[in-house]
């Protein structure tokens, strides 16, 4: 039991310290009592939480916990700055110091190396590349961190993002400067959603620092459903998929028939969704027990009639935040036909690097910006014309180019990807369909169950989850106990670390 204590209370880069891992749990169940004392004492409360997210980033992050620290410490001072000027200038210096410390870290522990490979192909140079943040931990407090490899920091991608929002609005006026440090520090280090999402903004979350602590009944049990159908979607779905199917055709497609290819690249199509969602899901679930509500990040993708509706359904906070501080800041739909696509290409291939330093993510955002200019086409041919394509085939069609991308997506280069369609194309086969539903048999089922699940009806998904909130106790702790008891059973096999914790 003690051995057990310190493992929680110790760094361990070898162990995840999130949902899918116990001691996250008993790590959960002591800020949940923490809260049940506090909850009426928001200022107590509020450092117990900002204390614990603390606690949390320097348990998944390590030594880059002084990162989140001084970017908190770096925007609060930066956001107290802009309120208190009415000098449009200062104002100005202020936000862009702001947008340039947050994106050169970002840029220095992400792209380093994708930077310094183009720099020596183009200009025959090498740079030397030099981690000077563990370097300079080693100067002042005489450590031995490697000094050779730039790590990238867990969720990175997700609280600059967040932190720049704030200056932003903080400069814009949509938000006040929040004056208390330990508030701001806990809305930016808020542990439900700091190494994955979904990027919360200020004015979403801040005012509910000091409300009263409120979860009915109802809500109780609604945020129990996310995180039990987070876990299963996550460590039954996802992890079993890309165990059993979906890394093992991607890193050796020519092992594998054309059939069984197309079958794998539905499954990470389904694998990626029900990773990412299940995590915000179990996020959502937990901020709700501790009485904050986080804004909803995916709503059925794949039900999409475009790609555009694609965009309003995943990873919705990336989306609309990309759209507020990107789009719209170079013109958005403002000047002109010409101007608004290329707006919208900039903000997709920025997009698509903020996933990874990669040519892939570049091209993937690039094929999503192509195609969300298609989609203006055809609605100003539809419109024109006042026809109204078939909701079924934008459907399909939709969907089979989601697809097509994710295989971008998943693919390390561009001859995997070209090796991967071509292997497709010509090892495609119909006949031996039943030697790969008896080999991949409970990959095929996962798949059934979980794209049958995500295309149920609104109303038919909206009435599940109803009448669970709604069914008698025993009938819910009868559901938990099911569940809980298959989500352990696939723990055993093997947990993969969450996709999005690349990002």
Known sequence: MIDQILSILTYNPESNFVYTHMAFWIFFGFVLLGNAILYKKSVLRNAFLFACSLFFY????????????????IDYSIGIGISRSSNLLKRKI??????????????????????????????NLHISINNYYTSSLNAILGTHFTVSDIILPVGISFFTFQTISYSVDVYRGKV????????FGFYVSFFPQLVAGPIVRAWEFI???????????????????????????????SDYLSVN???????????????????????????????????????????????????QNFNAPYKSVSVTEFWHRWHISLSSWLRDYLYIPLGGNR?????????????????????????????????????LLIDKFLLRISHNLGFRFPKILGRVFTFHFITLTWIVFRSSDIESFNLF?????????????????????????????????????DNLNRLIKVSFIKSSVILKLLFIIVISIIVYQFSLIEVKPFIYFRF
């Not at 947008?99 to 840029?107: E, M, Q, R």
């Not at 006040?176 to 508030?183: C, E, N, P, T, Y």
């Not at 690249?265 to 389904?270: D, N, V, W």
Request: charged share 10%.
């Open 245 to 295: 199917l979906v890394d093992r055709v991607f890193d050796s497609p020519m092992m594998y028939s054309g059939m069984e290819l197309l079958l794998g690249a539905y499954a990470y199509t389904l694998q990626i969704y029900c990773d990412f969602s299940g995590y915000t899901d179990i996020a959502i679930g937990v901020a709700l027990l501790l009485g904050f509500r986080l804004p």
């Open 335 to 371: 000047k002109g036909k010409f101007r608004q696509g290329l707006n919208l290409m900039i903000t997709m291939l920025l997009g698509g690097l903020w996933h990874g330093a990669g040519w892939m993510f570049v091209i993937w955002g690039a094929l999503h910006g192509f195609a």
């Open 58 to 73: 320097y348990k998944a992050g390590g030594i880059y916990f002084g990162l989140l620290v001084f970017s908190t410490i």
């Open 94 to 123: 202020l936000l862009s110091l702001s947008i340039f410390v947050n994106l050169g870290l970002l840029a220095y522990f992400k792209y380093s190396y994708f930077i310094s490979d183009l720099v020596a192909e183009y200009f």
């Open 421 to 457: 369609i071509y292997r497709i194309q010509s090892a495609f086969s119909i006949y031996p369909i039943n030697y790969i539903l008896a080999k991949h048999s409970f990959a095929v089922f996962l798949i059934f169950i979980g794209f049958m699940s995500h295309w149920l009806p």
């Open 207 to 237: 005012p509910q620092l000091h409300k009263r602590y409120q979860l009915s009944y109802k809500w109780f049990w609604w945020s129990v459903w996310l995180i039990m159908m987070g876990l299963f979607k996550k460590m039954v779905i």
């Open 176 to 183: 006040q400067a929040v004056k208390s440090i330990i508030d």
